[in-house]
């Protein structure tokens, strides 16, 4: 899924391409992608955009009138810039927002087709969209603590709950919590003050410095290989490979479609958190720490 750091470097490339531009037409493909009927999506045509501004995970084109159009890529949802008048493609094609220098694109390569646009009249409707999450980049220390601790969650679920922080999904969060030095699945109310400054310090540096390094690789051109797994990143996608603080292996949690990737050293004391594959391969006899581990099924570590 697209997050914070990507959906920025989206917003700055589309701003430049768009911004003072006139919407001349938009297409769509996939009826079920518009969210909302009133006022319908015809209304866009022919109106100047105004400005491209980020709303949490939502990229939204401000447009002479009052009127917003809000897009949400969701896990599988693509931008594309391409010439103008380009087809929408006929495999994962949604719509397409033509202009005079160019046509955006959106496309999903899911099946459940869960990307959507919603276009909305007046800032009150495009407020109503908001999850009331804070935005990590601007809240301060104690806004934070008191966001975390509103239930007693595991950090990972608190930090990717939209209700609580904006902006952050699978991939971030655990960059965010091995930054910080936090197992995962620390409860939110077992927090002490050290905790939340170090939470607080690595939200805004971890992703600060991520939507910088991928501004600097997308340079003028528009943002193409959004993705969740990145060359550099300390854990997430990681697992298996040493983590690049202390060399440890990278170890995982799988649920459902999603996972948890944290470094034990760093993170959890040494302690190797349950995971039902790791289960299953060792048949129940669960390490205590990852130097158990190590020593059940050791080999080299890959880099």
């Known amino acids: 899924m697209p997050e914070l750091p990507d959906v920025t470097v989206y917003v700055e490339a589309l701003g430049r391409r768009v911004t003072g531009r006139v919407l001349e037409r938009a297409r769509v493909v996939s ?15 022919g109106r100047v955009v105004e400005a491209v501004t980020r709303h949490a995970k939502r990229i939204v084109l401000e447009l002479v009138g009052g009127l917003f159009l809000a897009v949400h890529l969701m896990v599988a949802g693509r931008l594309r810039w391409r010439r103008p008048g380009a087809p929408v493609p006929r495999r994962d094609g949604l719509a397409a927002l033509d202009f005079a220098t160019g ?8 099946r459940q087709r869960r990307a959507s646009i919603h276009l909305l009249d007046g800032p009150a409707a495009l407020a109503a969209l908001d999850r009331g999450g804070i935005d990590p980049l601007r809240a301060t220390r104690e806004e934070l603590a008191t966001a975390l601790r509103r239930e007693n969650r595991t950090l990972k679920r608190a930090l990717t709950d939209p209700r609580l922080v904006s902006g952050i999904g699978n991939a971030y969060s655990d960059e965010i919590l091995h930054a910080a030095r936090l197992s995962p699945v620390t409860r939110t109310h077992a927090l002490d003050e050290a905790a939340i400054d170090r939470l607080h310090t690595a939200l805004a ?72 594959a790791l289960s299953r391969l060792l048949r129940g006899d669960w390490p205590r720490s990852i130097d158990e581990l190590d020593e059940r099924t050791r080999g080299p570590a890959r880099d």
């Open 103 to 110: 046509t955006l694109l959106l496309t999903e390569s899911s």
């Open 205 to 276: 540096s971890t992703l600060l410095a991520w939507t910088e390094r991928l501004r600097q690789e997308a340079g003028e051109d528009f943002p193409e290989h959004v993705t969740a797994f990145r060359a550099g990143m300390a854990v997430h996608g990681r697992f298996g490979r040493p983590c690049p603080a202390c060399r440890t292996a990278i170890q995982r949690i799988r649920y459902a479609t999603n996972e948890v990737d944290y470094c034990p050293r760093c993170q959890t004391g040494g302690k190797v958190l349950a995971d039902r």
């Open 31 to 45: 009826p079920f992608v518009v969210r909302t009927a009133v006022p319908p999506l015809a209304t866009v045509e």
